[in-house]
Structure formats: structure tokens, C-alpha cells
């Protein structure tokens, strides 16, 4: 990452332009301050906030986090990371987005499920549901990625395939599968081998991979969703700071990361020079796939207002995570945000990072 203009004073970083009014800075401040509050008053127990304008840089790590590497399980910010590495397969011409997927996967049948393709997997327009319903006794008894591959081709549909959107951490499961059976190698290692190594995100890896886990910060497991426990104690072996969830590399929001690189990975995108895929194809990516009345969906990208406050241009792309995570980048203002915590999602109204978020963007507005 190039970082042209970083500048450190006393507890914070301040956003270091030259051209930089006080709106912004003022709102640069607040997006710390709102992270450094949280930290403070131990809501938070650790957050890293990393912020790139341009050539320029605002990064921090608060609270448990000693600098904006800490290493923080991303969730769902996963799947777009997970979805690149796929179409890495899709450009050497493996597979087709409007392909059936039980072309791949044959035990995908019934019920409609023939008429899912790989791009509704993608787009959240599968009909699968987001977690399976037996999801906790899955996780209770440790089960490996293919017991949830073999129930999700196997779950009913929500609704008809393409008839609407309906998030789903199962059709991530099985764009995955589809992965896996073409190219032969399990979707952890081609996510680290065709989007972390090529993008030198070494603090980061679906799973555990090479990480220490000492180095990981701890999810504030009893405020935890409730596919992760919901808090409840006996959750422990398998919630987000069990060694099975960590080891498991779920690939819907099993990659452990750092702030540095989920900027790195954004980066890729927000200005694309063929790091990972073709630009023309990258540029596809974080377009609009789903219809006309239909939320708005890129190709695992998340889309829109949603992602930092309803100023935000139409063209801001990146995804948020139940663990208390959220990235956005603008093409527009050639900027991105990355805010890290260990606050589950819906632990607060407003939440910290959502908070921080939304004042990171109001700095970088032209």
C-alpha cells in the first residue's frame, strides 16, 4: 500500500493533505473519536480504523488492537473476497455465470434448485436461505465444510430462483463447491493463492492458515449473533473464538484480516491495474447484477448507500460483517474505509463502526 502522506499526533492520526478543509478533518476526527469512545469506555473491546483518500493515509488501531495489522475475523466481508478468487476460475473459462450450478454440483435437484445458476449464488437470488436450520447442532458437533455443503444442496428454497433477493451464506457455501470441483483445490487455498498472495495480505487467511492465534482479537462472543451462540454459554466450543470455528474457513465469514489488507483487497478494485483479474472484469464485479426492483447486488459485493450514509455516490461498493465489521470504497472520491471491531453487528443502534463509517465518508467527499 502506498502510503504518501501519513501523519501521527498524539492519540490519533489526523488525515494528512494538504488540501484537506476543516469539514473534513473535523469529520476525520469524529470517525476516530467516535472508535476511540467506544474502546474507552470498554463497549469495544478492540477497533482499527483505516481510511485512504488518494496517495493519503488515516489508520489506527484502538483498545486491544495495537495498530490497524491487528488481525480481526472479518465475517461476511469474506464473501467478496472468496467470490474473486472464484472468478479467477470464471477468466481462464471454467465455468459461465449463467450456468446451471447442479451442472457442477448434480445433487442440487428438485424443488427448483436446477434452476439456480452460479451468478444467483453470487447475487443472492438462489433461494437458499442464509444459515441452514440446523446450523447450531452443525457447528455443536464440530462438522466439517462438506456435512454443510451436503445439507445446503439439500435445504428447501426460500422462494424460486431469481423470483427476488434473499441474503445467503449457503449460496456462497456452494459457489465454493462449484470451486472446488473445478479446479481441485479446496477454496482456502484458492483464496490465499489467487487473491492474498497476489495482493500481499499476509495478516490474513480464510481459517486459521498460517496465523497465530495469540495474534487473533477475541469476538465479543456474548453479544454474538444466532448462528455464532447469541451469547449463549455453552456455544463455547464452537462460536467465533472456538478453534473449530477459527480453523474451520467457513467461506461465507471464516477469513481472518487485518485492516491493511481488506484496504488492499478494496484497493484492487477501486482502481484496478490487473492485480487479481482483468479490469474490465474486476470493473464488473461491483456493478449492478440483479434486476430492476430488486436490491442492487454486485458479483459478492454489497452496493450503495447502505454501506456509509445516504450521501454516498452510486457507484460505492464493499460489504459489512455480523462480527462488527464494515468496508466501503468510492470510485468516485477514489477513496475507502475500513472499520474493524469486536462488537457483534447488532450488539448496538447505533453501532460504533457504522458511526465511524458514515463520518469517514463525509471527510472525503468533494
Not at 6 to 33: C, H, K, P, W
Not at 110 to 130: A, K, Y
Not at 249 to 278: I, K, M, N, T, Y
Request: proline share 5%; aromatic share 6%.
Amino acid at each position: 500500500m502506498n502510503r504518501r502522506r501519513v501523519l501521527q499526533i498524539g492519540m490519533g492520526l489526523t488525515f494528512a493533505s494538504a488540501t484537506a478543509t476543516a469539514y473534513e478533518q473535523r469529520d476525520m476526527d469524529a470517525a476516530a473519536n467516535t472508535l476511540r469512545g467506544a474502546t474507552a469506555s470498554g463497549q469495544v473491546a478492540a477497533a482499527a480504523l483505516y481510511v485512504k483518500q488518494g496517495g493519503d493515509v488515516f489508520a489506527k488501531g484502538l483498545g486491544a488492537a495495537k495498530d490497524e495489522d491487528a488481525i480481526f475475523l472479518l465475517a461476511s466481508i469474506s464473501k467478496p473476497m472468496v467470490v474473486a478468487a472464484i472468478m479467477t476460475l470464471y477468466e481462464k473459462g471454467m465455468f459461465d455465470l449463467e450456468d446451471l450450478v447442479n451442472r457442477y454440483l448434480p445433487e442440487l435437484a428438485g424443488d427448483g434448485r436446477d434452476r439456480i445458476t452460479i451468478r444467483h449464488l453470487f447475487t443472492h437470488q438462489s433461494g437458499l436461505p442464509d444459515q441452514l436450520p440446523e446450523n447450531e447442532r452443525l457447528r455443536a458437533e464440530h462438522a466439517e465444510l462438506d456435512v454443510f455443503v451436503e445439507r445446503a444442496m439439500r435445504t428447501p428454497l426460500v422462494f424460486q430462483p431469481g423470483s427476488t433477493y434473499g441474503y445467503s451464506s449457503m449460496g456462497i457455501l456452494l459457489a465454493s463447491e462449484v470451486a472446488r470441483r473445478i479446479s481441485g483445490k479446496s477454496i482456502s487455498v484458492l483464496v490465499d493463492e489467487c487473491v492474498f498472495r497476489p495482493l500481499g495480505m499476509t495478516n490474513s487467511a480464510l481459517g486459521l492458515g498460517c496465523l497465530a492465534p495469540e495474534s487473533l482479537m477475541r469476538c465479543q462472543a456474548e453479544h454474538a449473533a444466532p448462528e455464532a451462540g447469541a451469547g449463549d454459554t455453552t456455544a463455547k466450543s464452537w462460536d467465533w473464538n472456538s478453534d473449530y470455528w477459527r480453523k474451520l474457513g467457513a467461506p461465507w465469514g471464516g477469513v481472518h484480516g487485518s485492516a491493511v489488507d481488506v484496504a488492499r483487497f478494496l484497493g484492487a478494485f477501486l482502481r484496478p491495474q490487473g492485480e487479481l483479474l482483468h479490469p474490465d472484469l474486476v470493473r464488473n464485479m461491483v456493478k449492478n447484477h440483479n434486476p430492476p426492483g430488486v436490491r442492487p447486488r454486485g458479483l459478492g459485493f454489497d452496493l450503495g448507500s447502505e454501506l456509509c450514509g445516504p450521501r454516498s455516490s452510486r457507484s460505492v461498493f464493499g460489504h459489512e460483517g455480523s462480527t462488527g465489521t464494515r468496508c466501503w470504497a468510492d470510485p468516485e472520491t477514489n477513496s475507502m474505509c475500513v472499520v474493524l471491531t469486536t462488537l457483534p453487528a447488532h450488539a448496538a443502534d447505533p453501532h460504533p463502526r457504522d458511526v465511524a463509517a458514515r463520518h469517514a465518508a463525509n471527510a472525503v467527499r468533494k
